[in-house]
């Protein structure tokens, strides 16, 4: 199993910066894509950005040009660098392990608990 463990959320104005961290834990699987994803009040979970163990990144249009996603492989940690935040970015930012127990098996996705983003004055 894999587990995650989100942190670095909060409250913040618009206009400001918060960074978002993900630490993976556990054993029997190999990560490859880590990634960002939120969901604001309702029940669509939409995608923020994603990397991989090379890493290649993608973004939603709504975060091209004020997030910015890495990578720590060595530490099994993806962080989330926001910037000139907004209101419409208020969500619960989940965090998303994809893994492999063996190369060839099924990916599994592993999601960690969420951390709440408020941006609000």
């Known amino acids: 199993q894999v587990q995650l463990v989100e942190s670095g959320g909060g409250l913040v104005q618009p206009g400001g910066s918060l960074r978002l961290s993900c630490a993976a834990s556990g054993s029997g699987f190999s990560i490859n894509v880590m990634g960002w994803y939120r969901q604001a009040p309702g029940p669509q979970r939409e995608v923020v950005a994603r990397?991989?163990?090379?890493?290649?990144?993608a973004y939603a249009d709504s975060a091209k040009g004020r997030f910015t996603i890495s990578r720590d492989n060595a530490k099994n940690t993806v962080y989330l660098q926001m910037s000139s935040l907004k209101p419409e970015d208020t969500a619960v930012y989940y965090c998303l392990a994809e893994a492999q127990a063996l190369p060839g098996q099924p990916i599994r996705a592993f999601w960690g608990q969420g951390t709440q983003v408020t941006v609000s004055s």
């Open positions: 990397i991989n163990t090379a890493g290649t990144t």
